[in-house]
T-cell receptor
């Protein structure tokens, strides 16, 4: 049972480049989400999904795209990277079934992204 | 939207002593869940403790306990008998019972002095 797996752990991009951060979970969680962590700002929600084929925006969605074709995978795409997207990115998942909403988020180990 | 406030950017405690980290939140909902997460230098996010808003009894997990004051919208974390391994960033988080997204505070960096 691997939990939530994020790749890569580190990435350096030039302004304007694109890339995809991968996230996979093997816990059959319906809910998956992406956060970015910046100093002094905690974790801010970028996008989330409550099941395959369903995605929605969080607090800071601009500049990011997501899709959810399977229950297991929830990739985050940066189409044209900007220095403001330099951050640490976390993928997280949990159950959403009624009665399970108190289930905590399970986090991946994060990706440190630097855009120069 | 719900907001979570951690007013102490940094705290320090002597080893074996007790420290309390503060957290307040703003919501109009009556049913929700609160969490404390620990983030050591490894960057992992580790669940420390959780509290259901409908429960009056404060949650405890070994040396970690909370003081949940629903009317005051306060959710503080008490760490007893602090250990060097407790040094980390601590995040308070709110999750609505009616939605799915989880909102986090800005974090408190805890230093433990030997």
């Amino acid at each position: 049972n691997a939990g939530v797996t994020q790749t890569p752990k580190f990435q350096v991009l030039k302004t304007g480049q694109s890339m995809t951060l991968q996230c996979a979970q093997d816990m059959n969680h319906e809910y998956m989400s992406w956060y970015r962590q910046d100093p002094g700002m905690g974790l801010r929600l970028i996008h989330y999904s409550v099941g395959a084929g369903i995605t929605d925006q969080g607090e800071v969605p601009n500049g990011y795209n997501v899709s959810r074709s399977t229950t297991e995978d929830f990739p985050l795409r940066l189409l044209s990277a900007a220095p403001s997207q330099t951050s640490v990115y976390f993928c997280a998942s949990s159950y959403t079934r009624t009665g399970s909403l108190n289930s905590p988020l399970h986090f991946g180990n994060g990706t440190r992204l630097t855009v120069t | 939207a719900q907001t979570v406030t951690q007013s102490q950017p940094e705290m320090s405690v002597q080893e074996a002593e007790t420290v309390t980290l503060s957290c307040t939140y703003d919501t109009s909902e009556s049913d929700y869940y609160l969490f404390w997460y620990k983030q050591p230098p490894s960057r992992q996010m580790i669940l420390v403790i959780r509290q259901e808003a409908y429960k009056q009894q404060n949650a405890t997990e070994n040396r970690f306990s909370v003081n949940f004051q629903k009317a005051a919208k306060s959710f503080s974390l008490k760490i007893s008998d602090s250990q060097l391994g407790d040094a980390a960033m601590y995040f308070c988080a709110y999750r609505s019972a009616y939605g799915n997204d989880m909102r986090f505070g800005a974090g408190t960096r805890l230093t433990v002095k030997p």
